[in-house]
């Protein structure tokens, strides 16, 4: 260490990591700091060369305010760049698996980072985003310290050439073992994360630094001009003589030390006139009365006061101040305060001799520094220096109104401050931070105020209507984001329903997917096709499954309390953090569980795989109502397991189907499981990404309102913060509010636990306009905390503004007396670590802790400690389970849980000690770790310091600072436990040690006496040890007489002597009743009645029961079976105690009309009969139907056969373009809405199959070395097929089995001999055949005897595409064949020109036909007018025709509703205006039929006002058509509402049927293949429109007949 500190002062000493600047050097290199962007850049983390560093100076002054500001700049932005530096250096190092278990010092890092959702807040716009959690099940969430509130996260997906920042903006430990959290990204990483793809996943690493606090600490320094530092010649240049405030200079003669002496409660009045933030509603009265009780009582004091004044001011000028005595200055209002001989005494001030030193310096120095060991009251003085300048304020604050800022390191000790303030100031607190845990500091909240009337009566009406409006704007936004929001979190949940993808999924693929009926009413096709619908069934264990009736101790224990429940509750530090951070009662928590709860909601509505609700924890699902446990599939959870699983590994893949892949796909049940996934992943890629880019375009507009509004409550803050007397903050709410407190410009402000705080925090919290500066705090005890541990020690950013002033010999006053410990415990501190440290004399009035033979004692032991990896923790179980039991011991000799405080130096040890102690025994102690309890005391101390090992490692224990604080928050009793064997070679330890053994309070064990026998004395050095005093006191019994008259069972125990607690667990023997029956509790229970049970007879049936004895037999309901037979002749199943049964559920078999029989329970039958209905047959229809499926109907619906159910199976007719029609069967055939398959050398098709396909007019590609087509690509080939071999080599380096010109198979004779010679046509085996391979289903024959197959002529003239004899499907592609397939492509696509004539003229017919209906609808003949002059295609007069059908639908409605009333009327036409237009725009077949619901409602709402015209005076009719106003209503409902009108009307509501007419206007047939003909003079025709069933062509007959 010497010869680093000369190297040091030579200016040679060199960092490795930094270019060392020695004190005020200066290098050319040096870039403004000004300039340097706060967050991290490219550079920043891929170095070029050794940062240029200057440490902080302590020994010496600073050349220069800018230097200052330079130093620290670099310092703290250095502290949270470096672990994300060298952490980044370690992953690019890195790759692959070795990443995931490579050690990392500086940051944690977690894959497979996905961005789930937005939240909007009142900050902005946030992130939830979800991490791989796989490799994190060890981590221990609740304690540890990963991604904790601010923390900043980098994120990347390029191997961080490309960085996305964020803070995080919430820690949710629920969520967090999900692997989720929540972020606030920068507005710059906002903007990348716009332009990233929706499937991108990232890495994430976290740093631990707080960046909010460096954030606004290092843009406060840059914005600080260097003359703009007030203290400049003590914080820059050092010196050392203090002057006076300048407000002193002008007035020291107006100071009052007489609130100090009367102990008065200062008069001053609330922030806002009217604000009853502070009271109940009940007390306004009384407030207004003493308002004025208190301006009467005020006036006079002030007219006393004024008087006093007069008379000291004459005083004064008849007698020089000098010259004053104290007793005059006592009585006198005001004095000179810079002549301390005229200050009152110490004894009439209350203070100790330091005390009032430092109490004068606090008042007289511009600078103050107070140095306050343990226990000496800083806070006590602290408040006394508040309470003279509130006192004194017209003296420093005669120009208006400037608070006093009160800032402190940590939230408790501010709210301890606070507190104390508040005694002798009611009103004008302003608490600005996070939520307080102080009842008595909430209503002082920022927050609180915010929302008092008094505040919102007084702030500007201008001001008000624009936060209005903004806050309207923000809602309108927030809803639709969290909408879509909602929407992009479920579609990672879970898989998206059919009805979700529909508008991604292209018409072909849904009506492909659609064609399988669903197995179940609820269930989803998409899980079907995707192979996981079990996933849906029930599950049951194995053992359930053999046993549904047995149950497990083990589920009783699960559903039973939590074991977290169990134990004492410790404030984990990871939550403690949090509240430290914390700045703003913000409603992020409360948005985030909105978006769980609207995700909730649309989680059963959109996914496919929701968890039923029946199944419970434990995976077995339960009974339902009416569920005989029969005809359901069930699966074990085992299995169940592996299908979730199997889900979840699905959908967390990125990868997906490309858009001209999944174009190729006609029959989506044909795919393999795995292209099926792709395929979902594709629509799911659509369907994220146009959420997406729906919710980009309104976050940068939500942003922006949202940073309109913050600057709204930044005015707020500034209004409420200016008229406050005292404002309370932390170092980070004082960074945060930096602006704002630039603006307010308080001149005094007070810095609490100063020794604690960077350098850097306290200068940026400073204003131009501040004239006096208080720092209290001792730096002898914990030090600022810095991340990196280079920078603290080396650069010196761990030594506090506090603790270089005071090393820099600047005036300081340290208090003397410390009024905590008692003696012996204060010898430990002193002269070790404070050279002088006097005791006060209440110290030694301490009563002796009870049970030991000494208030302080060190237990010796050398029990090894152990690692926990997670957090770099550690934990000692031998001195975890003595201090458990050392607790008890104390708990039992009868203090409070409150007074027993339970200190460790490792969070480790922490949740190990929560472990052992149970909350039973344990409520109320309160355990911590030594870091977190600075500046608190408590009666008895037990302190575990953990570290025993090997190496002699003592960790941050070697650290005085740390030392200090853990030995000094004891008052009566300190015990602790350690290896002081080894803590001994620190020399600080080795002192501390000397002094406990001089004293006798160092040994192996611990000796305990018994408070009721003082003789008897035990020794414990372990927890078993303590089995010899079970109850705190000896084995001795304590055979004390209780009032009961047993004698006390338990051993001597020092609590409640008087034995008014204990309860006493012998058997009771007091006599209960009159048959003599003794009580069976215990003595300490209650008796009650008399619970023998008797023979009685119940007087109301005159049944024998046995009845408890207390009970009356009237009283009691008789268990005997019932003996009454119902109406239905049926015996009642019921006690006859109890009502009978109403409903009848007695069994039988029932025979139908039908000829079937049935089960169904009596009551079932007798409503049947009274009601008139038949009971349903359920029995399979399975009928043979004209289409020849089997109907699916039952026997009831099918109407005893003569009317079958519509058939839902998929349509067996092949359209004229060779694909299936994916039409439902009973529904009319539609055309072909799959890709066209057509291809050649040149392109594919782009256009649907049903369109015209148009031809290529390159030149044909065909070609090889013998010849060569020299036609168009579209035109037959003139050339004829090669029959030479082929003669290139396979990749196995066997020759090519095909012909020349044609594509080789890829099939081998050699390797692929038992597929190549597989007889099909019979030469196959001939080792000289060639082979061709069919491109569309890669089948090979061989060549001669298919190419005669192929050449057959079929000899019915139909016109389709040649099949593959193996598989049927068409062969579309195929050069050897080619002539023949280009044939029969253009005659199918004259087939589609001739049906869009026949069309067009069916069309036309129906125009004509409903020209009437079709009269109110001009849009409709428009359509047909543009139908024509663009072209018309089977695709757009589809569209047409069905647009045409449901105007024609509407013009009969509208005809029928003229018979309505005026309003009715205007009803309908407003109603069917809105529909037409919404038809209008429909692009496709499948937008009109989203509209047919609507279409059945309006038509139901004109026969119901019918129904109700004819019947006046029906309600329910009126009702009926009432509901049928709302345009929510569902399709269930609708139905329902269309029951009951039937029921009403008695003859068929026609407007319905012509509804419910499914039937096209155009003749479908046309688009079947088995109808179009060509004959052998080559003319097209078809079947349909001649109403021909032979295929003789019609134009060759018709010329026949001519010639005959």
């Known amino acids: 260490l010497q010869h680093l500190q000369e190297e040091k002062r030579e200016g040679t000493l060199k960092s490795n990591n930094y270019t060392y600047l020695i004190k005020n050097d200066q290098d050319s290199n040096m870039e403004d700091f000004r300039q340097i962007p706060i967050f991290p850049s490219y550079n920043d983390i891929y170095l070029k060369e050794n940062p240029i560093m200057r440490p902080n100076i302590v020994n010496s002054t600073y050349s220069d305010a800018n230097m200052y500001l330079d130093t620290h700049f670099r310092l703290l932005r250095e502290d949270f760049i470096r672990p994300l530096r060298d952490g980044i250096a370690q992953i690019v190092y890195f790759q692959g698996k070795e990443l995931m278990q490579a050690k990392f010092d500086d940051i944690r890092i977690y894959s497979g980072t996905r961005i789930i959702a937005p939240v909007c807040t009142q900050r902005g716009i946030i992130y939830r985003v979800k991490f791989e959690n796989e490799n994190l099940k060890a981590v221990l969430w609740e304690s540890s310290k990963r991604l904790l509130f601010g923390a900043l996260v980098c994120l990347s997906n390029d191997n961080f050439k490309t960085m996305l920042f964020a803070t995080v903006a919430d820690r949710n430990v629920e969520d967090l073992h999900k692997g989720i959290i929540t972020v606030n990204f920068t507005n710059d990483s906002r903007l990348k994360l716009a332009q990233m793809n929706v499937d991108d996943t990232f890495l994430m690493v976290e740093t631990a630094a707080y960046f909010e606090a460096y954030r606004h600490v290092l843009e406060g320094l840059k914005e600080m001009a260097s003359g703009e530092i007030p203290f400049q010649k003590y914080i820059v240049h050092c010196e050392t003589d203090v002057l006076p405030p300048t407000y002193l200079m002008r007035n020291r003669h107006e100071y009052s030390l007489k609130m100090l002496i009367r102990k008065e409660s200062l008069k001053l009045g609330p922030v806002f006139d009217n604000d009853d933030c502070y009271y109940s509603k009940d007390g306004l009265r009384s407030l207004r009365a003493r308002d004025s009780l208190r301006s009467s009582t005020d006036g006079l004091t002030d007219n006393l006061d004024n008087l006093m004044a007069k008379l000291t001011v004459l005083k004064h000028a008849i007698k020089p101040t000098l010259q004053l005595t104290q007793k005059e200055t006592m009585q006198s209002a005001k004095f000179d305060i810079l002549d301390f001989k005229t200050w009152p005494s110490k004894e009439h001030l209350n203070l100790d001799e330091s005390q009032i030193k430092a109490l004068q310096l606090a008042?007289?120095?511009?600078?103050?520094?107070?140095?306050?060991?343990?226990?000496?009251?800083?806070?006590?003085?602290?408040?006394?220096?508040?309470?003279?300048?509130?006192?004194?304020?017209?003296?420093?604050?005669?120009?208006?109104?400037?608070?006093?800022?009160?800032?402190?390191?940590?939230?408790?000790?501010?709210?301890?401050?606070?507190?104390?303030?508040?005694?002798?100031?009611?009103?004008?607190?302003?608490?600005?931070?996070?939520?307080?845990?102080?009842?008595?500091?909430?209503?002082?909240?920022?927050?609180?105020?915010?929302?008092?009337?008094?505040?919102?009566?007084?702030?500007?009406?201008?001001?008000?209507?624009?936060?209005?409006?903004?806050?309207?704007?923000?809602?309108?936004?927030?809803?639709?984001?969290?909408?879509?929001?909602?929407?992009?979190?479920?579609?990672?949940?879970?898989?998206?329903?059919?009805?979700?993808?529909?508008?991604?999924?292209?018409?072909?693929h849904l009506r492909s997917l659609m064609s399988v009926k669903k197995s179940e009413k609820n269930s989803s096709v998409m899980i079907e096709w995707l192979g996981v619908s079990m996933i849906q069934k029930r599950s049951v264990s194995k053992a359930h499954a053999q046993d549904r009736g047995n149950s497990t101790a083990h589920d009783d224990a699960i559903s039973g309390p939590s074991f977290q429940d169990d134990f004492i509750g410790v404030v984990e530090e990871a939550e403690q953090i949090r509240y430290e951070r914390m700045e703003e009662e913000d409603d992020v928590r409360k948005q985030i569980d909105a978006s769980k709860h609207r995700a909730a909601l649309l989680e059963r509505h959109m996914l496919a795989n929701v968890a039923d609700e029946g199944e419970d924890k434990n995976g077995v699902e339960g009974e339902g109502e009416g569920d005989d446990g029969e005809g359901k599939w069930e699966i074990t959870r085992d299995m169940k397991k592996k299908l979730q699983n199997v889900v979840k590994s699905e959908l967390k893949k990125t990868n997906h189907m490309n858009e001209e892949e999944s174009e190729e796909i006609c029959d989506l049940w044909k795919l393999p499981y795995q292209k099926r996934w792709e395929l979902y992943r594709f629509w799911r890629f659509n369907y994220i990404g146009s959420i997406r880019r729906q919710i980009c375009r309104f976050e940068n507009e939500y942003q922006h309102v949202v940073d309109r509004m913050i600057e709204l409550r930044n005015q707020e803050d500034m209004m409420i913060m200016k008229k406050a007397y005292v404002i309370g903050m932390t170092t980070t709410g004082a960074a945060k509010y930096r602006k704002v407190l630039q603006e307010i410009g308080p001149k005094i402000i007070i810095v609490e636990e100063a020794a604690e705080v960077l350098e850097a925090h306290v200068v940026t919290t400073l204003s131009s306009e501040c004239e006096h500066l208080i720092l209290i705090g001792d730096h002898q005890q914990l030090r600022p905390s810095a991340t990196v541990y280079e920078l603290a020690r080396n650069f010196n950013l761990e030594v506090s503004m506090f603790e270089r002033l005071v090393r820099m010999n600047v005036q300081y006053v340290r208090l003397d007396y410390q009024h905590r410990m008692r003696s012996e415990i204060a010898k430990l501190l002193t002269p070790h670590i404070y050279d002088k440290l006097e005791n006060h004399e209440s110290v030694y009035k301490y009563e002796r802790i009870k049970g030991v033979a000494t208030n302080l004692f060190f237990v010796q032991h050398e029990h090894l400690e152990e690692h926990i990896r997670e957090g770099k923790s550690h934990r000692n179980i031998h001195e975890a389970d003595f201090v458990k039991s050392l607790c008890r011991y104390f708990i039992c000799q009868g203090y409070k849980s409150s007074q027993i405080t339970v200190l460790t130096t490792y969070s480790g040890q922490l949740h190990c000690l929560r472990k052992l102690m149970p909350k039973a025994e344990f409520q109320g102690v309160r355990v911590c770790v030594v870091d977190k309890y600075q500046g608190e005391e408590n009666d008895i101390i037990l302190l575990s310091l953990v570290r025993s090992n090997l190496e002699g490692k003592v960790g941050f224990l070697q650290i005085p600072n740390r030392i200090c604080v853990a030995l000094s928050r004891a008052k009566k009793g300190l015990f602790c436990i350690g290896n002081m064997k080894m803590l001994s070679g620190v020399l600080l330890w080795s002192k501390i040690m000397d002094v406990l053994t001089q004293n006798g309070h160092?040994?192996?064990?611990?000796?305990?006496?018994?408070?009721?026998?003082?003789?008897?004395?035990?020794?414990?050095?372990?927890?078993?040890?303590?089995?010899?005093?079970?109850?705190?006191?000896?084995?001795?019994?304590?055979?004390?007489?209780?009032?009961?008259?047993?004698?006390?069972?338990?051993?001597?125990?020092?609590?409640?002597?008087?034995?008014?607690?204990?309860?006493?667990?012998?058997?009771?023997?007091?006599?209960?009743?009159?048959?003599?029956?003794?009580?069976?509790?215990?003595?300490?229970?209650?008796?009650?009645?008399?619970?023998?049970?008797?023979?009685?007879?119940?007087?109301?049936?005159?049944?024998?029961?046995?009845?408890?004895?207390?009970?009356?037999?009237?009283?009691?309901?008789?268990?005997?079976?019932?003996?009454?037979?119902?109406?239905?002749?049926?015996?009642?199943?019921?006690?006859?105690?109890?009502?009978?049964?109403?409903?009848?559920?007695?069994?039988?078999?029932?025979?139908?009309?039908?000829?079937?029989?049935?089960?169904?329970?009596?009551?079932?039958?007798?409503?049947?009969?009274?009601?008139?209905?038949?009971?349903?047959?359920?029995?399979?229809?399975?009928a043979q139907l004209e289409c020849g499926h089997s109907c699916a109907g039952t026997c009831s619906k099918c109407s005893g056969e003569s009317l079958h159910v519509a058939c839902e199976m998929q349509c067996n007719f092949i359209n004229i373009c060779s694909h299936r029609c994916e039409a439902v069967c009973s529904e009319d055939c539609f055309h072909c809405l799959q890709a066209c398959e057509n291809k050649c050398f040149h392109r594919k098709c782009s256009h649907k199959c049903?369109?015209?396909?148009?031809?290529?007019?390159?030149?044909?590609?065909?070609?090889?070395?013998?010849?060569?087509?020299?036609?168009?690509?579209?035109?037959?080939?003139?050339?004829?097929?090669?029959?030479?071999?082929?003669?290139?080599?396979?990749?196995?380096?066997?020759?090519?089995?095909?012909?020349?010109?044609?594509?080789c198979p890829q099939k081998c004779r050699v390797c692929n001999a038992e597929e190549v010679n597989e007889l099909f046509f019979g030469k196959e085996a001939d080792p000289k055949s060639q082979f061709i391979q069919l491109r569309n289903c890669k089948h090979i024959f061989e060549v001669t005897e298919f190419t005669k197959w192929m050449n057959h002529d079929d000899g019915d003239g139909i016109i389709r595409l040649k099949c593959c004899p193996k598989c049927l499907i068409p062969i579309r592609h195929n050069l050897q064949y080619g002539e023949m397939i280009k044939r029969t492509l253009a005659d199918i696509?004259?087939?589609?020109?001739?049906?869009?004539?026949?069309?067009?003229?069916?069309?036309?017919?129906?125009?004509?036909?409903?020209?009437?209906?079709?009269?109110?609808?001009?849009?409709?003949?428009?359509?047909?007018?543009?139908l024509m002059n663009l072209g018309a295609t089977i695709r757009s007069i589809t569209l047409i025709s069905e647009k045409v059908h449901y105007f024609s639908k509407l013009g009969k409605i509208k005809r029928k509703a003229e018979q309505l009333s005026l309003f009715d009327r205007h009803h309908v036409a407003k109603e069917i205006d809105s529909l037409c237009k919404l038809i209008d725009k429909a692009e496709s077949k499948v937008d009109i039929m989203k509209k047919q619901p609507e279409l059945f409602r309006v038509a139901l709402y004109v026969e119901s006002c019918c129904l109700q015209k004819k019947a006046e005076g029906m309600h329910s009719s009126k009702i009926l058509t009432t509901q049928l106003k709302s345009s929510k209503l569902t399709k269930e409902k609708i139905q329902e509402i269309h029951d009951e009108i039937t029921l009403m009307s008695l003859v068929p509501l026609e407007l319905v049927v012509l509804v419910e007419d499914k039937k096209s206007i155009l003749d479908t047939r046309v688009l079947r293949q088995g109808h179009w003909y060509k004959c052998s003079e080559g003319h097209i025709f078809n079947t349909v429109e001649h109403r021909s069933h032979t295929s003789a062509c019609p134009q060759c007959r018709s010329s026949e007949n001519s010639q005959d």
Not at 1132 to 1160: A, M, N, W
Request: proline letters at 6%; one cysteine or more; hydrophobic letters at 30%.
């Open 1002 to 1182: 160092i040994g192996k064990e611990l000796q305990l006496c018994c408070e009721n026998h003082p003789d008897h004395k035990c020794y414990v050095s372990k927890a078993e040890d303590f089995s010899k005093v079970p109850e705190g006191g000896c084995l001795d019994p304590c055979e004390y007489r209780m009032n009961c008259g047993h004698v006390c069972a338990l051993v001597c125990h020092p609590y409640d002597p008087e034995h008014e607690q204990i309860l006493c667990k012998k058997p009771c023997v007091k006599v209960l009743c009159e048959r003599e029956h003794k009580c069976k509790k215990q003595c300490f229970q209650v008796c009650g009645n008399c619970k023998e049970l008797v023979k009685k007879v119940i007087p109301k049936c005159n049944h024998i029961q046995d009845v408890p004895c207390s009970v009356l037999p009237e009283a009691f309901s008789c268990m005997e079976p019932c003996p009454k037979t119902l109406f239905c002749g049926h015996k009642c199943l019921r006690s006859c105690g109890d009502k009978c049964t109403f409903k009848c559920p007695e069994q039988f078999t029932e025979q139908l009309d039908c000829g079937h029989s049935t089960v169904i329970m009596c009551y079932e039958k007798q409503e049947a009969e009274m009601t008139g209905k038949k009971i349903q047959c359920s029995m399979k229809c399975s």
């Open 1389 to 1426: 696509e004259v087939v589609k020109k001739e049906i869009v004539k026949i069309w067009t003229n069916q069309l036309e017919e129906f125009l004509c036909e409903n020209e009437s209906n079709l009269n109110y609808f001009p849009c409709a003949s428009e359509a047909m007018e543009n």
């Open 1250 to 1303: 049903s369109e015209p396909c148009p031809p290529c007019t390159e030149p044909c590609g065909w070609a090889c070395k013998h010849a060569k087509c020299t036609k168009l690509c579209y035109e037959p080939c003139n050339r004829d097929p090669c029959s030479m071999p082929c003669v290139k080599k396979l990749s196995c380096g066997h020759p090519c089995i095909g012909l020349c010109g044609d594509p």
């Open 363 to 508: 008042l007289t120095k511009e600078v103050s520094i107070i140095q306050g060991p343990p226990g000496t009251g800083k806070t006590y003085l602290g408040l006394k220096i508040v309470r003279v300048l509130l006192a004194n304020s017209h003296v420093w604050n005669s120009n208006g109104h400037s608070p006093i800022l009160v800032v402190c390191y940590t939230n408790h000790a501010l709210d301890q401050f606070l507190e104390g303030i508040s005694t002798f100031l009611e009103h004008r607190i302003v608490r600005v931070g996070s939520r307080s845990n102080s009842e008595i500091i909430q209503k002082f909240s920022l927050h609180n105020i915010r929302k008092s009337r008094g505040f919102i009566d007084s702030f500007p009406g201008h001001l008000r209507a624009m936060y209005a409006e903004l806050l309207d704007e923000t809602r309108q936004i927030e809803c639709y984001i969290h909408e879509k929001a909602a929407c992009l979190e479920i579609s990672m949940k879970g898989i998206l329903r059919e009805e979700v993808l529909e508008e991604y999924i292209p018409q072909h």
